[in-house]
């Protein structure tokens, strides 16, 4: 069946990363309408999209063959997902995360938000659904039980904003960008940083988002661990060019395993080696496309090759970067939403 995508909206949170991959990308990608919100229906307030070529909120219960909306959650969205399908409409549910798993991890600043009761909230949104877009195959089988129409639409990449050069610089850079939740599973790795930093004076640490490089500051000063804060995910290409080498240590619970290889993606998509979890990162071939690290004393080895040897730093982020720019693109996965939007179209 063929979609027309002018009847298809997509419905994000706010103006977030999550809006930004799962909602702007693919819609635009598609010719499809979108829009970032805040707020529940009925009093939903416009934050950011392009809706019938104006900036705009759409008019979700009319004009529209199917919407995807991103995690909705509570009984005013529910009746929206009614009300839409009421018209004969389709809904999907679009999730990029295990929410269900949130509350199992120690130092999740949103914790709190994902309590049984919001939890619940969200499964019966999950129902009401005519489906479930997924980006992961994990997350799809966990909340298959919720509803029977899963499918899974991985990230994707817009690579021209990525089209940067790293700067020449006389240091080596050891990296991690990301939010919360990767306390636990970073701070062993940081240990081994931490050594690596007493050896090599020429090597420093930069992480972006979650402060992790203000544990090394007391040793090694902030020109040596500089902690990036917060930014504009606009800014993200350009200061992870900081990077010669990127962390990405993931963990084993319901949590991380749902997690999807937006890491790895971003690192490989500027040419950098990632050193990360395979469970996580499924995609990346050790030794080829980046490493393999399971756990902390994983890391040693494939850490000092990359920094000894310039030439390994540039094969393996060159070899991620082909991978990424012939599989990961937005182009190159946008077929996937393509079939899944045209199965919910013919259900």
């Known amino acids: 069946m063929t979609v027309d995508m002018s009847r298809v909206c997509f419905v994000g949170l706010d103006a977030s990363a999550p809006c930004y991959y799962r909602v702007m990308l693919p819609a635009m990608e ?127 990449l817009d690579l021209r904003r990525y089209a940067l050069g790293k700067p020449e610089r006389p240091t080596l850079n050891i990296g991690w960008a990301g939010s919360t939740g990767h306390q636990k599973m970073m701070m062993p790795w940081l240990n081994h940083v931490a050594h690596i930093m007493d050896a090599r004076p020429e090597v420093n640490f930069v992480s972006i988002g979650a402060p992790f490089a203000t ?13 990036i804060p917060w930014a504009a995910i606009e800014q993200y290409p350009a200061a992870m060019t900081m990077f010669d080498v990127a962390l990405a240590p993931g963990g084993g619970n319901s949590w991380f395993k749902g997690k999807s290889d937006l890491r790895w993606l971003e690192a490989s998509a500027l040419g950098i080696p990632v050193i990360g979890r395979p469970s996580v990162y499924r995609e990346m071939e050790d030794g080829v496309t980046g ?57």
């Open 215 to 227: 544990a090394l500051q007391p040793k090694f000063g902030e020109q040596r661990a500089i902690a």
């Open 30 to 156: 598609l010719g499809a309408d979108w829009t970032g919100v805040i707020g529940f229906p009925p009093n939903i307030r416009w934050v950011t999209g392009g809706v019938k070529g104006e900036s705009q909120l759409p008019n979700l219960v009319e004009d529209y063959d199917i919407v995807v909306i991103q995690q909705p959650k509570g009984d005013s969205w529910e009746a929206l997902i009614k009300a839409v399908q009421a018209t004969g409409a389709k809904v999907i549910f679009e999730i990029d995360d295990y929410v269900h798993g949130v509350p199992d991890v120690e130092h999740h600043d949103f914790a709190a938000a994902f309590d049984k009761r919001a939890l619940m909230l969200y499964e019966r949104c999950m129902r009401a659904s005519d489906a479930i877009i997924a980006s992961t195959e994990y997350i799809a089988k966990k909340y298959k039980k919720f509803n029977p129409n899963v499918f899974v639409c991985r990230n994707g």
């Open 291 to 347: 490493f393999h690290a399971t756990g902390p004393h994983e890391l040693v080895e494939p850490l000092n090759r990359l920094l000894s040897e310039p030439e390994l730093r540039r094969e393996i982020g060159a070899a991620a970067k082909a991978y990424v720019t012939e599989h990961r693109s937005i182009g190159a996965v946008a077929e996937d939403w393509r079939e899944a939007l045209a199965a919910v179209a013919g259900l």
